[in-house]
């Protein structure tokens, strides 16, 4: 669905492509951007050092879209070139394996329009798979969390929900956040969003806005490339990185939706989301620290509201194998139960969150090595 150029207020898009080797899929992303392109929209195809034959393809669009060619250094320093090349006031970064649905763009404008404060509009995604001379098989959103604007940046810092072929952003925001991390090996994305939304207002449409492409290719740069059973681990390992970072230098505050603390109980509360947060990035040394420190806060017993936040602790999409037969995790809670009154209040709520997906897994029929355990665990 194309756009006129009066239905967006003038408004230009640039659609950002950074790709490798990706030459079987690359067309099938591009030819779902084309039709929803006004005049002056554009499409730079970043292509990073490509050996296959990706050239080959692009030549078949001629001035439609824009190539900007460099030695492979990975998708960061693909996106920053990007940025730089374009000059849209909305930034659209689709991966090339991806597909958007006909009426993405048109959808995610709308939210802007519908809340002009907004600096993020995103959408929902559905996986699929595709082999060759097979139908596409399709599946589900591989994660998801529904929340208003003022939630998203703890959604955002529990999981990474939000992928960049499902969210518009005014480029002042990519402006204002800086370039992407070319030091990250992965999770590069994820990086920017949680940068993004910490300066930002993200509105959301339930639409669903691309398709995501699920295989078996390699992923990295030429570097330092990996198979595809391999990238839940280089996630974990990479968003760790991360994590240990925001932990020594995002203000406490900032784990709370008012972003302000102006009370003991508050900086408890904070504490405690910080703490679950870092569990999910299995960081659950410094988690139980945290633990520690809010428990130190306000004697009082522990609010419903943070017993839900100790229940998402387990809640990681990677699962959370490591918490069983993990003496030091074991010990680490044990104390805090000894030492504070509410601290049994923190050991149950988190053994309550493994209980509910325990439920959760079976429900799906999806039980993995800890909500098994979980499940044997309270009978």
Known sequence: MKLSKESRNGARVSIIVPTYNRAQFLSASIDALLPQIAGDDEIVVVVDGSTDETMDVLSRYGDSISVLNQENAGKARALNAGLQQSTGQYVWIVDD????????????????????SADIAYGRYVRFQHELDTPARFLDT??????????????????????????????RLYEAAGPFDEALPRSVDYDML??????????????????????DGDRGPAASRFQAHRRNQNWISND?????????????????????????EERRRALLQRGAIMARKKRWDVAITDFGHAMEQ??????????????????SKYDCDEVFGNAAIDEGLRALSRRYPSG??????????????????????????????????CR
């Open 194 to 215: 949680i940068r993004l939304s910490l300066l930002g207002r993200a509105t959301s449409t339930r639409n669903i806005i691309f398709h995501q492409r699920l295989h």
């Open 240 to 264: 760790a990185l991360i994590f240990d970072r925001l932990h020594q230098t995002l203000p406490l505050a900032d784990y709370l939706p008012t972003r302000r603390i102006e009370s003991a």
């Open 298 to 315: 306000s004697p009082i017993a522990l609010t419903g509201q943070e017993k839900r936040i100790l229940r998402r602790a387990t809640g």
């Open 97 to 116: 394996d991806d597909i958007v649905c006909p009426t993405a763009l048109s959808d995610l404008l709308q939210v802007f329009e519908a809340d002009p």
């Open 142 to 171: 591989g994660y998801w969390t529904d929340c208003p604007p003022d939630e998203f940046l703890i959604a955002t810092l529990e999981d990474f929900f939000v992928h960049q072929p499902g969210m518009l952003v005014r480029r």
């Open 344 to 377: 049994r209040d923190v050991a149950r709520s988190l053994a309550r969150g493994l209980v509910w997906r325990a439920r959760d897994a079976a429900t799906r029929g999806e039980l993995t090595r800890s909500s098994r355990i979980a499940r044997q665990a």
